[in-house]
């Protein structure tokens, strides 16, 4: 059993940054992948990133390729998603989850209550 708890969200600026925090309980947090996905109001939850347990492997979103980074610390139990360069079109309720590395939302275990992120233009 995997708990997640996000953190980190908040009101910002384009072009601002945010660093998004999720904390696991469960020590077999480490053997999961991670993902990071996110859903704004009337659309469908989307992918955003993810990153496997092992070798740290990781999958962006070409939507965030290069404004993201997915990383996370197994001894701390604990990934993140720094986001940069945040546009208007970043703004959503993001979602950390564990389960097998992958794009599709449907194949994860686990799912955190999800943090708001919010850009202003």
């Known amino acids: 059993q995997v708990q997640l708890v996000e953190s980190g969200g908040g009101l910002v600026q384009a072009g601002g940054s945010l660093r998004l925090s999720c904390a696991a309980s469960g020590r077999t947090f480490r053997y999961y992948g991670m993902g990071w996905f996110r859903q704004a109001p009337g659309k469908e939850r989307e992918f955003v990133a993810s990153?496997?347990?092992?070798?740290?492997?990781?999958n962006y979103a070409d939507s965030v390729k290069g404004r993201f980074a997915i990383s996370r610390d197994n001894a701390k139990n604990t990934g993140y998603l720094q986001m940069n360069s945040l546009k208007p079109e970043d703004t959503a309720v993001y979602y950390c989850?564990?389960?097998?590395?992958?794009?599709?939302?449907?194949?994860?275990?686990?799912w955190g209550q999800g943090t708001q992120v919010t850009v202003s233009s």
């Open positions: 990153i496997w347990w092992s070798d740290s492997s990781t």
């Open positions: 989850a564990a389960g097998p590395q992958s794009s599709d939302w449907r194949r994860y275990d686990y």
